[in-house]
Antibody, heavy 123, light 107 residues
Framework: EVKLVESGGRLVRPGGSLRLSCAAS????????MLWVRQAPGKGLEWISF??????SYADSVKGRFTISRDNAKNSLYLQMNSLRAEDTAVYFC??????????????????WGQGTLVTVSS | DIQMTQSPSSLSASVGDRVTIACRAS??????VNWYQQTPGRAPKLLIF???HLHNGVPSRFSGSGSGTDFTLTVSSLQPEDFATYYC?????????FGPGTTVHIK
């Protein structure tokens, strides 16, 4: 069974830093691309970062402040968040990517998600 | 950047109704769209990938269609467990923008 468990969320002051973790099990983590998504209270989903074998991508709202990384030996995905702002307050989800590869058509879709971890940025 | 919009933002429906949710991209994106369902306090669940492919285990009352800029998620006969928020997602060129969501309420 695929399982993703996020951790590390807590109350942090504006301008502070935090590292979130996502522990993966039940699949070959080293072969999977991964995604971080967040959801502010009462709001919709916002993708923030994606990590593939060819590199990483970020939403404009976090570019330059957040860094995605992984440790395949620990089956873990990370999100280093710096210069945190009140608007970063959200539940943060990690998700596993699957790839549809058909005749040169490539599409990533996200078939397994963690339960989320809450980050609150407030003074 | 490519923007994703959805309509309506919310709707009220009854069990057994056919429901259609629209998603529009600000530029042509082929079939690079996924659809998710989310209930309060829970993680999103994948329903449809590549615009029209039903994910394993998702009931066949869900279907997706469209290409280019206009996409549709249809629930053929709404069930009590389908009252939720639905999101389309761009999945193109390492960008994964979500639409703002459509909430389906019980009438």
């Amino acid at each position: 069974e695929v399982k993703l468990v996020e951790s590390g969320g807590r109350l942090v002051r504006p301008g502070g830093s935090l590292r979130l973790s996502c522990a993966a099990s039940g699949f070959i983590f080293s072969e999977s691309e991964m995604l971080w998504v967040r959801q502010a209270p009462g709001k919709g989903l916002e993708w923030i970062s994606f990590l593939s074998s060819s590199g990483s991508s970020y939403a404009d709202s976090v570019k330059g402040r957040f860094t995605i990384s992984r440790d395949n030996a620990k089956n873990s995905l990370y999100l280093q968040m710096n210069s945190l702002r009140a608007e970063d307050t959200a539940v943060y989800f990690c998700a596993r990517s699957a790839l549809l590869n058909s005749n040169g058509y490539y599409l990533y879709y996200f078939d397994s998600w963690g339960q989320g971890t809450l980050v609150t940025v407030s003074s | 950047d490519i923007q994703m919009t959805q309509s309506p933002s919310s709707l009220s429906a009854s069990v057994g109704d056919r429901v259609t949710i629209a998603c529009r991209a600000s530029q042509s994106i082929g079939t690079y769209v996924n659809w998710y369902q989310q209930t309060p306090g829970r993680a999103p669940k994948l329903l449809i990938f590549a615009a029209s492919h039903l994910h394993n285990g998702v009931p066949s009352r869900f279907s997706g269609s469209g290409s280019g800029t206009d996409f549709t998620l249809t629930v053929s006969s709404l069930q009590p467990e389908d009252f939720a928020t639905y999101y389309c997602q761009l999945a193109y060129s390492n960008l994964f923008t979500f639409g703002p969501g459509t909430t389906v309420h019980i009438k």
